[in-house]
């Protein structure tokens, strides 16, 4: 997957959150060799102490930071955030954020896209998790964002990619705009399936870290991308509605009297 430039070596994107303990993340990102991490700059900087020590050990992990405004309401809140992740992880890409709804952690586009206007602007690399709304894309690809991350399900749901025929819309309007499927995926065929719909890579937390067994299932979501690139590669065939004989009936013996 290419991102504003910049070739990322896996399209698994990994989130940071959630898992039990840091030997757990870094076993996770050693098997699930993620092309890049996202953080969370409030959650890291709720103290101090804990927020240098998880920082020191994402440095580690020598895979790209892409900082995210998980937890902002406002464009504000979203683009203060921003600014703040810019200096703390010495980047200038940011996935995000704009929470609406509560239930669903349904993202607020119109904040989003003023939000993504103002930080294009602002010299960001922006990575907008929005609905799979063509209309939100259209803005936020004209506020300057050069990749869309639409999202699969809500948050921490597991669903999978819930709109099947909004999504393959989005796909086929923005044929040249990489996207990323975020937020939702619960398992590997659901990373296939978006990867056979034409998606250029995945980004998935919970899934990973409330997994039993962390790491085993980053591997997973590995391989999985690999399977889908594969069979996006190789043009899966189009569904049909009516049946259509596979097993050739030519010089099979005939029984008819
Ligand atoms: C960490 C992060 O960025 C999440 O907000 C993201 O959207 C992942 O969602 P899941 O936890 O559902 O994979």
């Known amino acids: ?36 991490v996202t953080v969370s700059l409030r959650r890291e900087s709720a103290g101090l102490q804990a927020g240098q020590a998880f920082w020191e050990l994402v440095r580690g992990f020598d895979v790209p930071v892409l900082p995210n405004t998980a937890g902002c309401h406002t464009v504000r809140e979203a683009v203060t955030t921003a600014q703040m992740a810019r200096e703390v992880f010495e980047t200038d890409w940011i996935k995000l954020e704009v929470i609406g709804q509560g239930d669903l952690l349904q993202p607020d586009v119109f904040a989003l896209v003023e939000a993504a206007r103002i930080l294009n602007e602002e010299g960001f690399k922006v990575f907008p998790y929005m609905t799979e709304d063509l209309v939100v894309a259209e803005r936020l690809l004209r506020a300057g964002c050069e990749v869309l991350m639409p999202w699969g399900a809500p948050i921490g749901s597991g669903r999978g990619l819930n709109n099947l025929f909004g999504l393959r819309a989005l796909r086929a309007h923005f044929p040249e705009v990489p996207m990323v499927i975020d937020a939702g995926i619960g398992r590997p065929s659901h990373a296939v399936t978006a990867f056979e719909l034409g998606f250029d890579a995945i980004l998935i937390n919970t899934a990973v870290a409330k997994a039993g067994d962390p790491a085993a299932m980053a591997e997973a979501f590995r391989l999985a991308c690999d399977v889908g690139q594969l069979a996006k590669t190789a043009d899966p065939m189009d569904e049909r509605d009516m049946a259509v004989p596979s097993t050739p009936t030519l010089g099979k013996a005939s029984f008819a009297s």
């Open 1 to 36: 997957m290419r991102a504003y430039g910049i070739d990322l070596s896996s399209p698994l994107m990994l989130g940071t959150a959630l898992y039990d303990s840091p030997a757990i993340l870094a076993d996770s990102v050693r098997r699930g060799r993620p092309g890049a």
